[in-house]
């Protein structure tokens, strides 16, 4: 037997402003898909403006690439969206970067383990305060990061985004050399003598970045440390000095000093002289 009921145009109104409630909705739902002329009737009531918004929003829904493990515990433990996905999206904190770093911290300590002179690790102390400076410098800027026109777009300020980018990855490889540390118990607190002149690199790194840009500062920066460090192995025996208690002082007031520029020429991140923002490719006419 053939049913002539059809949904009547007051549930149709309701059906399309979100208000019908149940039963009613789901034998709406039933027939709707069952009947093409009470699916034009639908149309016709529907708002053709609220019906276009409904579908972009399903297509954005739909193409939004879904969150990783790392991305999903952010967002929460109270990590805006936005900040959590560009975190995410920061090259020097994927795997293959995080492994590579990993490695490089392996064969250095067990290089320093196998021929250390017993007063010192210097191997490890020379090349462990690099590798938070490459990290950040690897972190931000067109030249090297794919993700930097997400974070021109973002709602974050360009000085905002190189904090949140600098202290992710400040805690990785900070945490990465910790645990390279921790294997080389025999040399006790002289093998954290680099941590003080890894905060010196990166804050002075990140203060010359508004002049210098994102490669040039990091890049001068480590050469200036390696260039230190030949001098001093060329001038004195035993210690290299930036690893002194002297040594040490020196590296804190640095790393304050650099922090202290850093914050006053916060509004140049965002500025439109940063050469952060020239992704031209062969100039402009």
Excluded: K
């Amino acid at each position: 037997m053939t049913t002539t009921w059809h949904v009547p145009e007051d549930d149709l109104r309701a059906y399309t402003r979100g208000e019908l409630a149940a039963p009613r909705l789901w034998s709406a739902d039933t027939h709707l898909a069952a009947c093409a002329d009470c699916r034009a009737r639908l149309a016709l009531l529907a708002d053709p403006v609220a019906l276009d918004a409904g579908w972009e929003r399903l297509d954005a829904e739909l193409d939004a690439p879904r969150r990783g493990f790392v991305e999903s515990l952010m967002v929460r433990v109270g990590v805006a969206d936005h900040t959590a996905r560009l975190l995410t999206a920061t090259p020097v904190l994927r795997r293959s970067w995080l492994a590579a770093v990993a490695a490089v911290l392996l064969m250095t300590v067990l290089t320093t383990g196998t021929v250390g002179d017993g007063h010192s690790p210097t191997l490890f102390l020379v090349l462990a305060p690099l590798l938070p400076l490459a990290g950040v410098a690897l972190s931000y800027g067109p030249a090297l990061d794919p993700t930097y026109e997400m974070g021109v777009v973002s709602p974050l300020h360009g000085f905002r985004l190189l904090l949140i980018r600098t202290v992710a990855v400040l805690t990785v490889g900070l945490g990465l050399n910790g645990l390279a540390t921790l294997a080389l118990p025999a040399y006790g607190l002289r093998a954290l003598a680099w941590l003080l002149p890894a905060l010196a690199l990166t804050a002075t790194g990140l203060a010359l970045t508004p002049r210098l840009g994102p490669v040039v500062a990091p890049a001068l920066v480590g050469g200036a440390w390696i260039g230190l460090l030949l001098a001093a192995n060329a001038t004195g025996e035993g210690t290299l000095a930036p690893f002194t208690a002297a040594g040490q002082g020196v590296a804190g007031a640095v790393a304050a000093l650099a922090a202290g520029l850093l914050y006053l020429a916060r509004d140049r991140f965002d500025a439109s002289t940063v050469p952060f923002t020239d992704f031209r490719q062969g100039g402009g006419g």
